[in-house]
């Protein structure tokens, strides 16, 4: 058996005992940085897998503090060149950060643009090949199957996003990014991820969040299931 953990960026994970996940398999995304001053856990997995238009001046900071870490980042292809001038998002990665032997590439999928709103989104994972469908929380997931796992446990996946606190640090995002619209959409793409993590995965998935709204995956006790010897 082979148990990961995969992190959201939830409130939650000031809750968490995140020390006691030293030793596990675990896979941390986008700024989970910011909370590093407070434990010293470190992920086995990094991930970014897309790029936030409100956060367009510090991914690379992000990436690179991973990368130089010696951390196995799983990283969306784009990252690496940035964009020529011309294009159309040009503006939000002029640059990349080249190529490290310690990154895997991921390609978005023909579902990538296609949100929960849309018919045209998607129904079903399709691994080897990762769906990158919905949000970030959907990819780490399928890249703990892909690294072996036999059971997932989801940790700072609070959703309600709605609810005004959305991450583990004020700040994570700016103000300008805390509007109705923006927060609903992302919501709605992180439970129909949820949705089709719990429809497409090989493996059970466990919620062990410390509170939070998503009732989607049975839920567990993280710290009774950090009292079990991993296997």
Request: glycine residues 8%.
């Amino acid at each position: 058996m082979s148990r990961w953990f995969v992190l959201g960026n939830g409130p939650s994970l000031n809750d968490t005992p995140l020390d006691k996940l030293i030793g596990e398999n675990t896979i941390g995304m986008n700024r989970i940085h910011l909370i590093y001053d407070k434990t010293d856990w470190r992920p086995t997995i990094y991930m970014k897998v897309d790029y936030n238009p409100y956060l367009k001046d510090d991914w690379q900071y992000n990436v690179k503090l991973h990368l130089d870490m010696g951390i196995k980042c799983y990283l969306w292809e784009d990252l690496k060149d940035g964009y020529p001038e011309g294009h159309m998002h040009h503006e939000y990665m002029p640059t990349g950060i080249g190529d490290y032997p310690n990154a895997v590439w991921v390609k978005r999928c023909e579902h990538h643009d296609y949100s929960w709103e849309n018919t045209k989104r998607a129904k079903a994972w399709h691994l080897p090949r990762i769906c990158t469908a919905f949000s970030t929380i959907s990819v780490a997931m399928q890249i703990a199957v892909l690294e072996g796992a036999t059971e997932i446990y989801l940790l700072g996946c609070d959703l309600g996003m709605t609810s005004g606190k959305t991450h583990f640090v004020e700040g994570y995002l700016p103000e300008e990014a805390h509007h109705r619209e923006y927060t609903e959409w992302m919501n709605g793409n992180f439970i129909e991820a949820h949705k089709l993590a719990r429809a497409s995965s090989p493996i059970p998935i466990f919620n062990a969040t410390v509170g939070g709204d998503l009732e989607i995956h049975p839920r567990v006790d993280i710290n009774e299931i950090l009292c079990h010897t991993k296997s």
